[in-house]
């Protein structure tokens, strides 16, 4: 049920958000997202490798995303001369005013629907759980990734380390 839950209401404000910034930003959600991760680094660039691990997409799929936002204007590539197989995204000064524009749409946004629906407590208990959630996962993920492929527990094995996890000391 809780999964349920999360995932509707994930999917329905993700619609939301993307009509939103459609409207009112002229760039969909997957743009805002791209656009904020390059603003939010020391350099406003970032590896293509890293960027789409970041952003949980294929090279592929991102590779066509930047090929919008850099026919947008909001996006160059860079290629070090030191090797030239690394390709950067950068956000362009055009970039970052439409990054700009699109969080105030995207914050007003948020507090419409979560500030109405949700007191504070409540969204203090979502984001504690959340926060929770992530790390949990993100946890897991760094375990899988160390685990020799061919040492794979059985699916019951893994329930249960993880239940226990779940329980703790």
């Known amino acids: 049920m809780a999964w349920a839950s999360l ?13 939103r910034l459609r409207t009112e930003a002229e760039c969909s959600l997957s743009d805002m997202d791209v656009l904020n991760e390059l603003a939010c680094t020391p350099d406003h660039r970032l590896q293509m490798l890293d960027l ?30 030191h090797n030239r197989r690394e390709v950067y995204a950068v956000i362009t000064d055009d970039g970052a005013r439409v990054v700009h524009q699109a969080r105030v749409v ?10 109405t629906h ?14 929770k959630l992530h790390e949990a996962l ?14 794979e527990p059985r699916f019951a094995e893994q329930t249960r380390r993880g239940a226990d996890e779940a329980a703790g000391p």
């Open 118 to 131: 949700l007191d504070d407590a409540a969204l203090d208990e979502v984001a504690t759980s959340m926060r």
């Open 7 to 19: 995932h509707f209401a994930y999917r329905e404000m993700s619609k939301l958000v993307d009509e």
């Open 138 to 151: 993100r946890d897991r993920q760094g375990e899988a990734a160390s685990r020799p492929r061919t040492a």
């Open 106 to 115: 995207y914050i007003r946004l948020l507090m419409d629907t979560l500030g």
């Open 52 to 81: 789409a691990d970041r952003l949980g997409v294929t090279r592929g799929g991102l590779t066509r995303i930047i090929d919008r936002l850099v026919e947008r204007g909001w996006v160059g590539r860079d290629r070090p001369e």
